[in-house]
C-alpha cells in the first residue's frame, strides 16, 4: 500500500537511488586530489542539462513521492507515542532539511547548468554588499567551476540527510521490538508466578468454598 507504514522508508530510498546514480558525475569533483578534467565538466553537464529536460511527467513522479512520503510521516505524528514523537519527529525534521537542500540549491543548480550562466549568482549573496565587508562591484560570483561542486556537495548533503531518516526510522523499529520483547517476557514471568502459586491458592480455594 502506498499510505502504509513502509511509505517513508520507500521514498527515502528512491531518493538515495537517485542519488546514488549521480554519485560518478559527482565524484570527479569532490572525492580526488586531482583537477577534474574538461571531459568530467562536459559529462556532467551534459547529463545535468538532460535531467532538466526531463518531460513533464518525471518531476511530477519525484514531487508526488515527496508529498508521500510527508504525508507518512504526518500520519504516524497524529496522535503520536512517545517513540513516534522522539524517531518521527527528528525524521520529520531531516526530511524538511533535504527538501530545503533540494528546492535551494538543487533545483536552482539545474536551471543554472541548463541555462549555462554560472557569473550570475555571488558567493555571498547580494546581503553581503556593504554588510559583510563587500563593497558595490566587488562580489565575488559563482563560476562555472565552483557551480558544480555547490551542486555536486549538495548531492551529498542530501543523501547524508536522508541516511539520517533511514538510521531513525532502524532505531524507532529496534526500540519498538526491544520493549515489546520486553513486554512479552513480563507476561511469561507473571503467568509462571501465577502458576507457581497454584492459580492464587485456586483463587483462596475458591473463596472458601462460598
Known sequence: MILGPTNRHLATSFFLGILFSLF???YPLLWTASTPSEANYQTLEAHLRFLHASPPVIPRILHIVIAVGLLGFFIKLYRPSESNMLFDGASLVLYMCGFVVYMANIVKGLRVVSGGKYDVELVEGEIAVGVKGVAPGEEKPLGRDDSLKVLAASNTILALVLLGVLVLQAG???AERKQSQEIEEMRK??????KG??????????????
Open 189 to 194: 514471568e507473571r503467568a509462571t508466578a501465577y
Open 24 to 26: 560518478p558525475y559527482d
Open 197 to 210: 502459586n497454584g492459580g492464587g491458592q485456586r483463587t483462596s480455594s475458591t473463596k472458601k468454598k462460598a
Open 172 to 174: 524507532q523499529w529496534y
